[in-house]
Structure formats: structure tokens, C-alpha cells
């Protein structure tokens, strides 16, 4: 078992496999499984158009697993992986599964100060990239890391290795491997980071499998579904809910789309005949407005998962006179709880409410400011514990302390209410944290790396309301000196400091002081009044 994690109870994990919500499976079986059902289907599908039977990419698991093994990766060993919408990124993590290895997915758009923390933090033996991606080198990237975390022994390279290791030369002859304990960790994901770095998730092969199966059922998928993978792999939503992984359990089709723009998505869409995808708020307004100009073919798609952060209502009701397909509202996290709205619920449902718990056996509670529950159709923070639900995150016990209740309930920071039919609005955040179009960034982080240049004496980073985003980010910044760092020299001083690009204040406010609450602490509710307030003045209500 993988030190370091928070297993569940041992009578509610007994629970859970009595009622048949685990069933002792490793997670690597969904693949072996449809690949001896339906060898000759097509599992994988490139944005170039090559393609993979289950067979041939069963094999190919095989074959890299055992190489891994060869280069001394095996049970309980965490690779870092960042690699795009390739099919090498599909490979590699059943790869890992098959060699007992744990994958710590992170996204493409991270840099150094997240994938140095998250190396560090999980105690990474390898790291896993492409050579290049998006005009940046990940090999340099990859030479900071290793400097920073000494125990980073193996760099694999999908492309041009430098001084590395080809991920393509890792391959052998396949060999028996041991089966990993369907109860230990499968794999770490990343959270958006509330306070500070970003958290690991530990999921297990039964959580995260249950996850997956609960969520193509839910979805309708099956094997003619076609599922075009537009976020990064790496994430949550577009790997297992159901994502990728959902799409290969049934036997279907996965499309890998180098980026969501219209212009790539659009044409795969009409080449592969795709019949559902997954977005967040922003992609779908640009997708919305594209199918004035773009004109692909689009009669194919059938469903239109929208996720990441709430999507208003007018663009909700857009979605099918636009689009010609439903449109299927999800609220979830990597941490576990997924609410969707169902295929046949009525309109107003669909465009008016984030959806529904997936399992039955999600419980979920509506507390206010002192942990009370709130009456019926009133707006807290949402509590959840589940079946695919974490209890803790992975070497945080500091953390887990404040983001759980005695009684295992995770503390989302999510603000909801309930509806009479279960099905959950979501009227904001009670953690310090924006959600820039389905990114989540830490305002802590944030100031943390702003304080640190010369001419910062305090910062406090708080959203800003956006149309298109939902929310971006305002560095509101005090002064040592006089003279204020312009946004283009701030945007530089936090690249150079390794921070993503995602991440980086959309707008720079200069104060004298801030606004302090009773107890001595930013009013950051009233530096959001008044960036709010700014922008109306202005007229860009869109931020």
C-alpha cells in the first residue's frame, strides 16, 4: 500500500464492495478486457489520423510496461507525467497501471514551480514529457527539475530526447507482471490548489474505476459513442468523466484533438463523425460563435458535456439551436463528487442547474459559516463523502485537518443550494480561489510568488467577473517605492519564477492600503466589490 494516503474506513470500504460499488479490478483491466472482447475495433484515433485497435494498443501497454519494469520503474514508483493529446500519453499511463507504477498527471501548462513541487511532494522517480509542445521545450523544463529534485532519476521523451530517454526506445519483449491491490492508489491527480500548491489526489483502482463506470452509464455511452478528447488528457473531466477512459471501458472510439479550437475540433469532429465531447464555459461560447463561420459538419454530435466551471443559462439554451446536440451540464472534482444533469431531464433542468449526484451512494450536506446544515433551498458550502470520493489528500495531513470533518466529509468550498429534485445550483466559492474558465488558481500561491518581487510590499489576488471566463484574476498590489512594476514586467518576474502562464494577473491594481475585516484581515469581498464596481464604471463588464 502507498505510504502516505488516507484509506477509507475498513467497514465502509466493506461497505462499498458488499454493495457492489468496487469490484476489486485493477484499473488497467477496462483496456485488456474490450481489447480480448473486440480486439479489431478501433480504440484510438490521432488528430493525424492514425489509429490503434484495442489489440494493438493493449499490446503497446504491454510492451512499455515492461520496458519500465527493465529501467527499474515498478510497484509503487510515482512517474510525473505532462504530455499532451497524444497517443503517447495513453499508452504511458497504462503503462504505468500495468507496471505497478503510479502515474502523477499534470497538465501541459504547468511549469516549474508546479512540477517541481508536485515531483517533490509525490517523491517522483521519473518524469515523463514531450520534447516540445506549444513553442516551449520541456527538456529544459525537465533539466530544472531534476536539479531541484535529485531523486527525478529517469526523464522519458516523447520525440527528441536530447540527452534523456526516448520513451519509444523503452519498449520490450513483454513479461508477467504482479497485479496490483485493486485498493491501493492508482493514480495522483492534481487539485486546482486552494491555499498554497496544488494538493495531490490519490484515487484507487476501485474509486477511480467506479468512477468511470458510474459515469458512462449516467452518459448513455456505449460502443458506438465516439468521444473527442479537446481538454488535456491529464484532466479529470476529459479522463474519466466518462472522457477517455469511459469511452474505451464501452468499446467506442477516443479522438485525440491537438487543441479545442473550432478550426481543430470542428474538422475532426466531421472526419471522425464524433458524437460527444467535453469543454469548459469558455470553449463553448467560442464554439458557439464559430459555427457562424466555421463550416464543417458538425450532425454527428450528440452531446455536449460542459464542465470546469458554471455555464449561465443564455448560453446553456444556445447549445442545440447552435450546436444541433444536447447539452449535458457537469459539476465535479478531481478530489471525487460528479453531478450530472441526466439525458432526459427537461430543459430548464438542463440549462438552469449543475446536475445531480452520480451514485446513490454520495451523501452530501449544505452547512453554513459554522458547519450547520442549512433549511431546504438554502445556499452553503457542499460537504460530500462517496465511493469515489477522496478522504484525505496525499501527505497533506496539515491540510486534511481543515479539509475534512471528523466524519470523513470532504469541505469543497463549493457555494450551493438544492433543489427539490436533488439536482445542485452553484452560486460560488467559499475558498480563496479563482475559476478562470475551468482553471483553478490558488490566490495564495499567487501573492506568495508576487511578494517576492522588489517592489511588492503586500498583494492580494481576488476574480474579477468575466463573460467569457466566468472569472479572471486582479493582483491588487502595495508599493515599497513609488514606482509600480507594469504588467508586462510582472508577467516576465512570475514566468521567470517557473508560474504557468494560465496563471499570470490578467489585470494589475495599485492601492495605498488594503481594506482590512474586524479581525485585522484583507477584505478581499470588498476588493471584489470594487473591482466589480471598476469595470462596470467602465463599461467592460466583461472585465
Known sequence: MLDGWVPWPDAVAERYRAEGFWEGRPLDRLLRDRAERDPERTALVDAQGARWTYAEL?????????????????????????????????????????AGAVPVLTLP???????????????????????????????????????????????????????????????????????????????????????????????????????????????????????????????????????LLGTLLVGGTVVLSPTPSPEDAFALIERERVTVTAVVPPIALLWLDAVEWEEADLSSLRLLQVGGSKLGAEPAARVRPA?????????????????????????????????????????????????????????????????????GYYRAPEHNARSFTEDGFYRTGDLVRVLPSGHLVVEGRAKDQINRGGDKISAEELENHLLAHPAVHDAAVVGMPDATMGERTCAYLVLRGETAPTQRELAAFLTERGVAAYKLPDRVEVADAFPRTSVGKIDKKELGRRIAARLRAEGSGAG
Open 58 to 98: 493493449d499490446a503497446r501497454a504491454d510492451r512499455r510496461a515492461a520496458g519500465l519494469r527493465r529501467l527499474g520503474i515498478g510497484a509503487g514508483d510515482r512517474v510525473v507525467v505532462q504530455l499532451p493529446n497524444t497517443d503517447a500519453f495513453v499508452v504511458l499511463f497504462f503503462a504505468l497501471l500495468r
Open 109 to 243: 501548462a504547468h511549469r516549474e514551480s508546479e512540477i517541481v513541487h508536485v515531483a517533490e511532494t509525490s517523491g517522483a522517480k521519473a518524469y515523463a514529457i514531450p520534447d516540445t509542445h506549444d513553442h516551449f521545450d520541456h527538456r529544459a523544463l525537465a533539466r530544472a527539475v531534476r536539479k531541484a529534485v535529485p531523486g527525478v532519476e529517469h526523464v522519458l521523451v516523447a520525440g527528441d530526447p536530447a540527452e534523456f530517454t526516448a520513451l519509444d526506445e523503452v519498449d520490450a519483449d513483454p513479461v508477467p507482471l504482479p497485479v496490483p491491490d485493486p485498493s491501493d492508489v492508482a493514480v495522483l491527480l492534481m487539485s486546482g490548489g486552494t491555499t498554497g500548491k496544488p494538493k495531490l489526489i490519490p484515487r484507487t483502482h476501485d474509486d477511480y474505476a467506479y468512477n468511470v463506470r458510474a459515469s458512462a452509464e449516467v452518459c448513455g455511452f456505449d460502443s458506438s459513442t465516439v468521444y473527442l478528447v479537446v481538454l488535456p488528457t491529464a484532466h479529470n473531466f476529459a479522463l474519466a468523466c466518462p472522457g
Open 323 to 391: 450546436l444541433g446536440c444536447a447539452l449535458q451540464q457537469v459539476f465535479g472534482m478531481a478530489e471525487g463528487l460528479l453531478n450530472y444533469t441526466r439525458l432526459d431531464d427537461p430543459p430548464e433542468l438542463v440549462a438552469g442547474t449543475q446536475g445531480r449526484p452520480m451514485s446513490p451512494a454520495d451523501e452530501i450536506r449544505v452547512v453554513d459559516e459554522d458547519g450547520h446544515d442549512v433549511p431546504p433551498g438554502g445556499t452553503g458550502e457542499l460537504l460530500t463523502r462517496g465511493p469515489y470520493t477522496l478522504r
